[in-house]
């Protein structure tokens, strides 16, 4: 039987869409749920910042009566103006192990991206390269960390069968904290000592001033990515349900603010890997008994994520950042935590790949970003 599209709304047909990864993955071990209310929260246009500026359509295939794959094409204006290009995105694309099913869900999100004008279609992003982005090709025998995503292991064969080549490897370094190099934490805190010397100095973020941090960190954000490939500023709102989302999850021992005579010039962001709980959470409801595993599961967590790190250019090659993951390193220690994840670092980051790696980091997952001309 030939595969059927149907596009859903929000009003209509958004729970299916949500849904379908529930049953595509039933029974894998490494399947994180995401959190429904977060999702539906997403895909909401009165509560999202994302559609104040951005465009987009939810599609479901279905193939013998049952639904088969999902997709969501993606117009992102901010990212067309800010790189002057003319991009269609597409993203939340979850299949069967079908090409027919992945034939009609791509062909759904070019013709969406070509009636918007576009001349390239690239994915998956969710919705925006801020946020969950990638396809993971390497690295399947493990669950994902929080706020990153995980598919089958045929997802990237079926997606290139279809003509889209790989544009960018997002890597994941592991750092354990028994594989550590302690020559590298040693040379951390001599780093941070000659850091003094020039007035720059590090400390956590303070929870009590969390409006004034996130405005800090906002600004070193959208300076020192600016030359990232697929960087796109966040806007004031993005930034603002971000920092809503994240700060019951913040922990001020693993965030960090690098100042130079007072002024902000770097942070370290990393946050407890939530998904060792969320895992547990059948098809990602909170209510009625999932918000009690969440809360005390917290205490039980062994493991991190290096969410975000960067230093405004001037300052680079300074060592702040290898002082950011000497503090993590500390602390996860103290913690007795099995070590922490940085993630996702850009193949073409070479400092960032090489700070990890000078700290006996294993790069043990990738994911991929792919792209066609339309």
Same mark, same amino acid.
């Given at each position: ?121 690239? @994915?998956? &992003?969710?919705?925006?390269? %801020? $946020? ?6 390497? !690295?399947?025998?493990? +669950?994902?960390? =929080? ?120 942070? @370290?962001? &990393?946050?407890?890997?939530? %998904? $060792? ?6 098809? !990602?409801?909170?209510? +009625?008994?999932? =918000? ?83």
């Amino acid at each position: 039987m030939s595969v059927t599209i149907r596009e859903i709304t929000f009003e209509k047909g958004i729970h299916e869409f949500i849904n379908f990864p529930h049953d595509l993955y039933q029974g894998d071990p490494n399947y994180v749920p995401e959190i429904f209310i977060g999702q539906k929260d997403m895909m909401n246009p009165a509560k999202y910042p994302f559609h104040q500026y951005g465009k987009v359509k939810y599609f479901l295939a279905e193939k013998n009566g049952n639904v088969a794959g999902r997709i969501a094409a993606i117009q992102n204006s901010n990212y067309n103006r800010h790189h002057q290009c003319k991009v269609g995105f597409f993203g939340f694309f979850d299949f069967i192990e079908d090409q027919e099913v992945v034939q009609a869900l791509l062909d759904k999100a070019k013709q969406f991206a070509i009636e918007n004008g576009n001349e390239y279609l690239m @994915g998956p &992003t969710n919705f925006t390269t %801020n $946020e969950t982005a990638g396809t993971l090709v390497e !690295g399947f025998n493990e +669950p994902p960390k =929080i706020m990153m995503t995980y598919n089958k292991p045929y997802y990237g064969s079926m997606i290139e069968s279809y003509g889209l080549k790989k544009e960018m490897d997002l890597y994941a370094y592991m750092i354990y904290t028994d594989k550590v190099s302690e020559k590298s934490l040693r040379l951390a805190d001599a780093l941070e000592s000659r850091l003094k010397t020039r007035g720059i100095t590090i400390r956590n973020v303070n929870l009590k001033d969390i409006n004034a941090e996130a405005k800090r960190i906002q600004k070193i954000y959208n300076e020192a990515w600016e030359e990232n490939w697929g960087f796109v500023p966040f806007t004031d709102a993005e930034f603002e349900y971000l920092k809503n989302d994240l700060k019951m999850l913040l922990d001020p021992a693993f965030a960090y603010i690098a100042e130079k005579d007072g002024e902000p010039i770097g942070f @370290g962001l &990393t946050l407890p890997n939530i %998904n $060792e709980v969320l895992i547990k959470n059948s098809r !990602g409801k909170l209510f +009625p008994f999932g =918000i009690f595993r969440l809360l005390f599961g917290k205490k039980k967590i062994k493991s991190v994520r290096v969410l975000a790190l960067g230093v405004i250019g001037e300052y680079r090659k300074l060592g702040i950042e290898a002082v950011f993951f000497a503090k993590n390193i500390a602390e996860t220690k103290k913690r007795n935590l099995i070590g922490g994840e940085a993630s996702w670092v850009l193949e073409s980051n070479e400092p960032m790949r090489a700070a990890a790696e000078h700290l006996n980091g294993e790069k043990y997952k990738t994911y991929r970003l792919y792209k066609t001309k339309i």
